[in-house]
Structure formats: structure tokens, C-alpha cells
């Protein structure tokens, strides 16, 4: 099955910790991409990757770190520099071209304590 | 600033009618426009996609509209089901492939 996953589903830290969220994708899809998503709130860019070993920040990208190091892989880490970390995350993915749809993830709930 | 309004009050429905969403934005000039289906504690699933030089765009019984004069996109579910209860999110193209996503609009089809 095509897809892709993200893990764990719910993860809590303590504060002071960095956490890395995960992300994979077997789409083949050249583009990822990771959002925030609060109660009440839309889904914030948090950064994004175009091709591997290359990735750009979104709005909201203090605080977090990424990498590409393979197509397929798309981390996330958390810092302990966010200030507001609790939220619910999302991965998506989209091919290479114009008027292409992203495919998400089932997100990945951190909690922190 | 930049902005994508969607209606923060959940829409209640009888099942069978027609139910009509609104997306209007502020400072985008988007190539096209997006529209999500979420469900509580999951990611989005796309629906439809509809060009700047497109008027409507259908999909079974979802009908999407873009207006780039009034920048506003309608959604509509016609025929609505309980099943179709969920948020949906407009979501619009900006610059280097990016989407900007609204709130997003709940959808409660009562039986």
C-alpha cells in the first residue's frame, strides 16, 4: 500500500527535551511538508522540502529543525526552544508538479508535560 | 496581512440538503484553490481541486465554485450524509508550491 506514516501517533515529553517526529513516505513524492495544527486554528507550515538534501522554512519554523537526507524520510525534531510545542502535527507529501494535492499523514499528538 | 476566512460556527443539516460552505481570502492571488476533508484526530484527505481559470469544478455529489473577482470559493454537498459530517478546509496555492490553509468550516448532518 502507497502512503505515508508518521510516528508515534502520541508522544509526550518533558519540557527542557528535544523529541523527533517521523515521517515516511513510499509515493515517491519529490515535496514534504510539516504543519502545526492548534484547536480552532488551520494548519501552519512549519517547513518544507522540495528534493532531497534541500529544505525551506515556513511560517512558523522557530524552534523546530528538519533534514532530507533520503526521499522517502522527512523528520521533524522539536527543540526545547519552541515555547507553545504542545500541538498536533501533520506530514504531507506531493509530487512534482503543477496543481498536484498533498497527502497527509495520521499526525503525530505531542504533549508537553 | 494575508487571510483565509472560513465560518467558525459549525453548519448543522438535515440529512438530504444541501449543504454550502464559503472560503474568502484577502492578498493571495492563488493559481488554484483546495478543499480538505478532516475528521477528528486525522489528517486531511483532498477532495477537490479547481483552477483560477475555472468557474466550477464536480466530483459525485460535491460541487466546488471559485470566484477570483469576489475571491471567494463555495462548497457544496448536495444530497448530505451523516457520513459526511466532518471539517472541511479550503486551502489556497501561494508561492513555491506552498498551501495556505484556512480554519476550516464543521459539518454536523443530522439523521
Known amino acids: 500500500d502507497g502512503g505515508i506514516t508518521q510516528s508515534p501517533k502520541y508522544l509526550f515529553r518533558k519540557e527542557g527535551q528535544n523529541v523527533t517526529l517521523s515521517c515516511e513516505q513510499n509515493?515517491?513524492?519529490?515535496?514534504m511538508y510539516w504543519y502545526r495544527q492548534d484547536p480552532g486554528q488551520g494548519l501552519r507550515l512549519i517547513y518544507y522540502?522540495?528534493?532531497?538534501?534541500?529544505?525551506q522554512k515556513g511560517d512558523i519554523a522557530e524552534g523546530y529543525s528538519v533534514s532530507r537526507e533520503k526521499k522517502e524520510s522527512f523528520p521533524l525534531t522539536v527543540t526545547s526552544a519552541q515555547k507553545n510545542p504542545t500541538a498536533f502535527y501533520l506530514c504531507?507529501?506531493?509530487?512534482?508538479?503543477?496543481?498536484?494535492?498533498?497527502?497527509f499523514g495520521p499526525g503525530t499528538r505531542l504533549t508537553v508535560l | 496581512s494575508q487571510k483565509i476566512e472560513q465560518n467558525s460556527e459549525a453548519l448543522n443539516i438535515q440529512e438530504g440538503k444541501t449543504a454550502t460552505l464559503t472560503c474568502n481570502y484577502t492578498?493571495?492571488?492563488?493559481?488554484?484553490l483546495q478543499w480538505y476533508r478532516q475528521d477528528p484526530g486525522r489528517g486531511p484527505v483532498f477532495l477537490l481541486l479547481?483552477?483560477?481559470?475555472?468557474k466550477e469544478k464536480r466530483k459525485e455529489r460535491l460541487k466546488v465554485t471559485f470566484d477570483t473577482t469576489l475571491k471567494q470559493s463555495l462548497f457544496h454537498i448536495t444530497a448530505s450524509q451523516p457520513a459526511d459530517s466532518a471539517t472541511y478546509l479550503c486551502?489556497?496555492?501561494?508561492?513555491?508550491?506552498?498551501?495556505?490553509f484556512g480554519k476550516g468550516n464543521q459539518v454536523v448532518v443530522i439523521p
Open positions: 504531507a507529501s506531493r509530487g512534482l508538479g503543477d496543481y498536484n494535492e498533498q497527502f
Open positions: 509515493l515517491n513524492h519529490d515535496a
Open positions: 522540502s522540495q528534493i532531497v538534501n534541500d529544505f
Open positions: 492578498n493571495y492571488s492563488p493559481a488554484y
Open positions: 479547481i483552477r483560477e481559470n475555472e
Open positions: 486551502a489556497l496555492h501561494y508561492g513555491n508550491n506552498r498551501l495556505a
